[in-house]
């Protein structure tokens, strides 16, 4: 299987890493659970979901009544810190990387 990805990934000019996580994240979305409205990107972020009921429901349970799934609503859904936070409160609760203390000089 890894030769046959990575010999996919050159032909198609692409990372094999890039392949196997498009691969991973087709195989977590059966085509009739796919919803056509929404991107990729959407289908990748909510396949983070680990029980296949939630996440299923989760794709049809748009968020705030809107018609279509955002990358920071599908971030937010997962628990991951969005680009753009848009309550206050979120940007509190957010998952952040660690702090750098670029006052003292390195050793």
């Known amino acids: 299987m890894e030769q046959s990805l990575t010999r ?4 198609i000019g692409l990372p094999v890493a890039t392949v196997e996580e498009a691969r ?3 195989s977590r ?3 009739d659970r796919r919803r056509k409205t ?3 990107t ?3 972020v ?3 979901i680990d029980d296949d009921a939630e996440r299923f429901a989760a ?7 809107n018609t279509h799934w955002t990358l920071g609503d599908a971030r937010r859904r997962v628990g991951s810190q969005t680009k753009m936070p848009i309550p206050p409160q979120e940007k509190v609760t957010a998952p952040h990387p660690p702090a750098q203390n670029r006052c003292l000089p390195s050793r």
């Not at 996919?8 to 032909?11: E, H, N, Q, S, V």
């Not at 794709?59 to 009544?65: A, N, Q, S, W």
């Open 8 to 11: 996919l990934a050159r032909d």
């Open 24 to 26: 991973g994240t087709a």
């Open 29 to 31: 979305w059966p085509a």
């Open 38 to 40: 929404e991107s990729f």
């Open 42 to 44: 959407v289908h990748q």
């Open 46 to 48: 909510l396949a983070r």
């Open 59 to 65: 794709i049809d349970d748009l968020p705030g009544g």
